[in-house]
């Protein structure tokens, strides 16, 4: 028949065979034996409900059937799903649930299925919610609100099972919990809700139970062992059956209640703690602690503190220890004190090695331990030892590694591993300009008096320093090792100018080393009367200087200079090895047997301290190369002095000591004047680029452009303040004395 002569279907006719394929439905999914819907019998439904809603009005039946779509679901879950339900209880009522929502979805998948043209035309013109949401939203309103307390119950009770150590279905509750989420149709409201909520409230109270036993029967180290395998086990629970966006707000429950809650507690317990823990070096169990206490909010900083109070507690023995070995060495003071420091220093490295690898290893290199481990050293580095400083203390110990014969006997890769460390250890040191000062009049003895046990080490160490504190910090110690280098070259063009010209030798081996002012140390020079034969090499090499260079004045330093003599002693004639002061006092011996106190001054033109600790060398010393009328310890005015024919010694050369001058006080006045120019000039380049400025602004700007080299003391800055001001560099506001100008 053609479309017009298509015969009417009329609602209830229409129903009743809708119907029919309904039931057929509903004993497929109960399981009685039915058979499978063929496709003609798929088709016929499918066209019945096509014709009812395509025919012309009022037999267009698409509102009655979109609303007997709903009733058929409801009508099912009313006299068969519910009752089954509800005579079930705790695992068996969650079986039975997942059984039916299983059910429910097929049977919302077919009756879409049949029912299709509706949601093709009449719903997307209604804007009606679509047929599979009517059929989820008849299982929600109906068994899902009368149920789901139920159900969350039934499953925190298996969760809390489980956590005991029981056996559970996971399958089952991953079912279950699914049914949470799918019925918010892609809103994750009824699974936060109506589960999560409850979950996550029932998971705090069982480890708030937990910990409060824990933390009274356990140590520390088996506490973090069941911590962090709660948290694993938490973990392995979501990826079995709880929604994966669970899993931060259920860790974070875990961790409050483990943690949070108890990390004092745990840090700080008596024999087990974080202190004992660092104490007897227990790596594995402060990797764990820093491993837990990472997660909970800011749980790190109690820890680094302690990690902190630890390495001071540990460098703080170190220098009391080396401050008792001092001063039990007192009565032999000099070489075993010089040894003490040895020890102290390497202790010192050894202790930030290990530490360094806590921070590394155990710390996961993470800044806050980074920082711990920096101040807890800037606080015993900068203690110093028996009167010494710091940074003296560092500057002896690379003196006694670079220099040949130094107390230390090692191989190249271990000097240079230990010159790593030592500039390590710099960084925690606030006097680096006093460090530089010691360390370069340290290197310029090894230098002059060719004590350097090799260039190359000594050339690694200013690279290790400039990058630790600039190119400007070691600029003059670079340009010293240079001075050498071209010394040398220098030597070997005076000893050819002296082959060229015969008449010129001074008849005595003459080395100079000629050094550029700027980079060394100043040198008090004075000027020695020298003796007749030594005034000749002088004069000479002056001449060959002037033919190299015309306006360069020399200046020489006597008192670095070294002489190698003949002695001619009756028992037999000896090679002494002597300063240049020396030689020249010794000299004079050779027109004269005796000579007095005040003759030996005025002819060497000497101070009295030069002179005292002269004649001490050669009279009073190991070696009496003259004898000393009263024949005393110690040098006075009216003393007289005679040449020792007798003399004698086993060994063929002797060196004579001159008993070194202590340098630390020099050392310190000139690194104090320094920072003078330095605060002035980090004043007035401040001054200059703000033109204004308040004093307590002035003072942290420069204590902040200075701190790389020291820490410039307050009083220190006000002085130069005011003495800047006297200078006409800034003055005061009129209105505000505490406010500064810049006077260009």
């Known amino acids: ?104 979805k097929v049977m919302v998948r077919w009756l879409s299925r049949f029912f299709h043209y509706l949601d093709r035309y009449f719903i997307a013109r209604r804007s009606l919610p679509a047929l599979n949401e009517v059929g989820l939203t008849c299982f929600r309103d109906l068994v899902y609100q009368e149920l789901y307390s ?28 699914d049914i949470f989420v799918e019925i918010g149709m892609g809103q994750m409201e009824q699974y936060e809700n109506d589960f999560e909520a409850a979950m996550l409230k029932d998971t705090a109270a069982y480890y708030s139970r937990k910990a409060s036993n824990w933390i009274l029967e356990d140590s520390c180290p088996d506490y973090m062992l069941k911590a962090e395998e709660c948290l694993k086990r938490e973990k392995d629970r979501v990826s079995h059956y709880l929604h994966s966006s669970s899993e931060p707000k259920l860790l974070e429950k875990v961790q409050n209640e483990l943690l949070s809650v108890f990390a004092n507690q745990l840090l700080e317990k008596e024999h087990s703690g974080c202190h004992a823990l660092l104490r007897d070096d227990k790596v594995d169990d402060l990797s764990r602690m820093y491993r837990l206490f990472s997660k909970i909010p800011r749980g790190l900083e109690p820890v680094s503190n302690i990690f902190k109070q630890h390495v001071t507690a540990e460098g703080t023995a170190l220098v009391k220890q080396a401050e008792d070995a001092a001063s039990n060495k007192k009565a032999d003071k000099r070489d075993v004190v010089g040894l003490q420091e040895q020890v102290f220093v390497r202790k010192v490295i050894e202790l930030h090695d290990k530490y360094l690898a806590y921070v590394n290893d155990c710390f996961n290199n993470h800044t806050l331990f980074h920082k711990a481990l920096k101040e807890a050293f800037e606080v015993f580095c ?100 240079t001075d050498l280098t071209l010394a040398r070259e220098n030597q070997t063009h005076f000893e050819e100018y002296l082959s060229n010209n015969p008449n010129a030798n001074p008849g005595i081996d003459l080395t100079v080393t000629v050094l550029t002012t700027g980079f060394w140390p100043s040198y008090k020079s004075f000027d020695l009367n020298l003796p007749a034969e030594m005034v000749k090499c002088v004069e000479v090499f002056r001449e060959f200087y002037q033919t190299k260079t015309k306006h360069r004045k020399l200046t020489w330093i006597y008192s670095l200079g070294t002489c190698n003599i003949n002695g001619k002693f009756e028992p037999k004639t000896m090679e002494l090895i002597v300063t240049t002061y020396q030689a020249s006092a010794l000299l004079l011996f050779n027109a004269s047997d005796r000579l007095s106190y005040s003759e030996i001054m005025t002819q060497l033109n000497l101070t009295d301290d030069d002179v005292v600790r002269l004649l001490h060398s050669l009279s009073c010393a190991k070696y009496k190369i003259l004898n000393k009328e009263p024949n005393t310890k110690t040098i006075s005015p009216t003393d007289y002095f ?49 033109k204004v400025l308040g004093h307590q602004q002035l003072v942290m700007e420069c204590v902040e452009q200075l701190g790389r080299m020291f820490k410039p003391d307050f009083k220190a800055i006000k002085k130069r303040i005011e003495d800047l001001i006297t200078r006409d560099y800034l003055e005061r506001d009129k209105d505000n004395p505490n406010t500064f100008r810049y006077l260009a």
Request: hydrophobic share 35%.
């Open 642 to 690: 005679e040449f020792n024919s007798k003399f004698t010694d086993k060994m063929r050369r002797i060196k004579i000591p001159l008993p070194p001058v202590d340098e630390k006080k020099k050392v310190i006045e000139d690194v104090d004047k320094d920072r003078r120019y330095a605060i002035d000039a980090s004043i007035v380049r401040i001054m200059k680029s703000r």
């Open 150 to 177: 139920k159900v969350r119950d039934a499953v925190i009770s298996l969760i809390d099972q489980e956590r005991e150590g029981e056996q559970i279905d996971r399958a089952l509750l991953k079912n279950v919990l």
């Open 382 to 481: 900068n203690k110093g030892v028996a009167g010494s400083s710091s940074a003296e203390l560092l500057a002896t110990f690379c003196d006694n590694i670079l220099k040949k014969g130094g107390s230390e006997k090692l191989s190249d890769e271990a000097i240079e591993e230990t010159l790593e460390k030592v500039v390590k250890l710099l960084a925690y040191i606030s006097d680096k300009d006093l460090f530089a000062e010691f360390y370069r009049k340290k290197l310029a003895r090894r230098l002059l008096f060719d004590k350097s046990a090799n260039d190359d080490h000594e050339r690694s160490i200013l690279t290790k320093l400039k990058q630790q504190c600039g190119g400007q910090f070691t600029s003059k110690m670079e340009g010293m090792v």
């Open 1 to 104: 028949m053609t479309m017009n002569e298509r015969k009417t279907i009329d609602l209830e006719q229409g129903w009743e065979f809708m119907q029919k394929g309904i039931t057929k439905l509903k004993n497929i999914l109960e399981g009685l034996p039915e058979p499978q819907f063929s496709s003609e019998d798929y088709m016929m439904l499918y066209t019945t409900i096509y014709n009812m809603c395509t025919q012309k009005p009022p037999h267009d039946y698409s509102q009655q059937l979109y609303d007997k779509y709903r009733e058929s679901f409801e009508e099912y879950i009313t006299t068969t799903v519910l009752p089954s339900l509800r005579e079930k209880h705790d695992e068996f009522m969650l079986r039975e649930l997942v059984k039916r929502w299983s059910n429910h």
